[in-house]
């Protein structure tokens, strides 16, 4: 197993930037490719960017492409999310997400088996 902590969320203006991290516990952390989901009330989670175990390959919601970039530090068993060109509809809790299917990179909730906890991110108008 590997538990995720999320960190970085807050409150900015709408085109700021922020980065949110999570910092997963153990040693296998590049067995994981990991993911960003966001979740807005009365929404549906919805699936922000992912990127593969080793890192070379990565995916964009249509909504954040060339906005956010997901990246990962293996030597520090953290994913990272940076958030560019922020607006109000980016307003959500961000979770982060590991999986350890076949793929090499997840897409959806249900490929990804562990949770962080999630963290606030609330863009002002």
């Known amino acids: 197993q590997v538990q995720l902590v999320e960190s970085g969320g807050g409150l900015v203006q709408a085109g700021g930037s922020l980065g949110l991290s999570c910092a997963a516990s153990g040693r296998t952390f590049s067995s994981y490719f990991m993911g960003w989901f966001r979740q807005a009330p009365g929404k549906e989670r919805e699936s922000v960017a992912h990127?593969?175990?080793?890192?070379?390959?990565?995916s964009y919601a249509d909504s954040v492409k060339g906005r956010f970039t997901i990246s990962r530090d293996n030597t520090r068993n953290t994913v990272y999310l940076q958030m560019n060109s922020l607006e109000p509809e980016d307003t959500a809790v961000y979770y982060c997400a590991a999986g350890s299917g076949r793929q090499r990179i997840g897409q959806t909730t249900d490929e990804y088996n562990y949770w962080g906890q999630g963290t606030q991110v609330t863009v002002s108008s």
């Open positions: 990127i593969s175990r080793g890192g070379s390959s990565t």
